[in-house]
């Protein structure tokens, strides 16, 4: 398991574990974040992180990349 920040680009991974206090695992789970769920990352930019979740491209901070383990 590790973080999705380090995700390869273009491969699809799976969410294994959403760490944060519950207004975070909530906010992400809003966006499509979900345990189970299938991901991949689009590309990074400065440590911040755009993927595919859901068929949608969302934009992550480093710092919430970070409690998404793939």
């Known amino acids: 398991m590790m973080p999705l920040a380090y995700a390869d680009i273009g491969e699809k991974q799976i969410i294994k574990k959403i760490g944060g206090n519950p207004e975070t695992k ?3 789970a809003n966006l ?3 345990v189970g769920g299938e991901i991949s990352v689009v590309n990074t930019l400065n440590g911040n992180v755009i ?3 859901k068929e ?3 934009a992550l ?3 919430l ?3 998404i383990m793939i």
């Open 61 to 63: 901070s480093d710092e």
């Open 65 to 67: 990349a970070k409690k």
């Open 51 to 53: 993927v595919n979740v």
């Open 26 to 28: 909530k906010h992400l």
């Open 56 to 58: 949608s491209r969302v």
């Open 32 to 34: 499509g974040f979900n």
